[in-house]
């Protein structure tokens, strides 16, 4: 995603002179060229989120289309209030980029891991969030939302969803039909989702944006009110949006994700994956258990 992330923003640098790309001092290897093309409106500002977040914000007063892009705990964790007043309050147009999705950059510790992100963007109202499942995906959505007239945030991460659907932005997809329960895929959980479900007779609505979030597709697929949220995040993220949207129907609601608490071992994400249970198997356990109840 990465790369594609470099492709896509050279593309809407070429062809909308509004675009102004700030870095953190990361992807400025990927973005040589466009530095040399572009030099009035790509910046390397360095490690001050911060202080990076509140320029975009004034750029954006005068009629630009910042994208910000850095590491994600540094991008949303450290300069959250300003992205909370900068441009939440003030209702401000721009596109957030992280990468390191949860704990992708593993081997670094938990210094580099954010898998609270989701969770804290969302609870500023009107920013939408954005987990794209794979490259394609990302550049369909970021092209089709940079110039929104809200800020938008784009996880980006280093696994992917297998498929690639034709998504549009706010707007889930029904992947398989069943009975005995729904599934709800976010972005590069897919993958797993679709090996644990194999021969079982379930619903899987894939959700690509978290927010907003599509309520009409998860209340015309969840008829037997049993509900599997698998988030590639701090689990449970969705659960409020879930409940709500299915209220006043009795819900059974179980949730596969990040464990809330500090990872801190060393190793690759995969090992990290594995210790934790977010693994198609443990899916298959939580779906055959909700299934069941």
């Not at 009629?63 to 959250?80: K, Q, S």
């Not at 992280?98 to 210094?111: E, I, K, M, N, W």
């Not at 998860?218 to 409020?240: D, F, M, N, Q, V």
Request: aromatic share 8%; with cysteine.
């Amino acid at each position: 995603m990465r790369k594609q992330f470099v492709e896509t923003v050279t593309r809407l640098l070429e062809a909308d002179d509004r675009v102004v790309l700030l870095l953190g001092d990361i992807g400025v290897f990927g973005f040589r060229a466009a530095f040399e093309r572009f030099p009035d409106r790509v910046y390397n500002i360095g490690i001050l989120e911060q202080a990076t977040i509140s320029l975009a914000a004034g750029l954006a007063k005068t009629g630009l289309l910042p994208i910000v892009h850095t590491i994600a705990p540094f991008l949303v964790e450290r300069a959250l209030e300003q992205i909370k007043v900068d441009f939440g309050y003030q209702r401000l147009p721009g596109s957030f980029v992280s990468v390191g999705a949860s704990y992708d950059y593993a081997a670094l510790g938990s210094t580099h891991h954010c898998p609270g992100d989701v969770q804290v963007l969302t609870s500023i109202p009107g920013i939408g969030v954005v987990a794209p499942g794979n490259a394609i995906e990302f550049d369909r959505l970021l092209g089709q939302n940079y110039h929104a007239d809200h800020a938008t945030y784009y996880r980006l991460s280093e696994k992917d969803a297998a498929i690639d659907f034709p998504t549009s932005f706010g707007k889930a997809e029904l992947v398989c039909n069943g009975a005995l329960a729904t599934v709800i895929a976010v972005g590069p959980m897919l993958r797993l989702v679709l090996e644990a479900a194999k021969g079982l007779d379930v619903n899987i609505l894939y959700y690509s944006t978290v927010a907003p979030f599509d309520v009409e597709s998860l209340r015309a697929h969840s008829g037997t009110g049993k509900i599997l949220l698998c988030e590639p995040y701090y689990e449970g993220g969705l659960s409020r949006e879930v409940t709500a949207a299915l209220w006043p129907r009795p819900v059974l609601l179980r949730s596969v994700g990040v464990p809330r608490k500090f990872l801190t071992n060393y190793g690759h994400a995969d090992q990290h994956s594995a210790a934790i249970g977010l693994t198609s198997t443990h899916i298959r356990q939580e779906l055959e258990t909700l299934i069941n109840a």
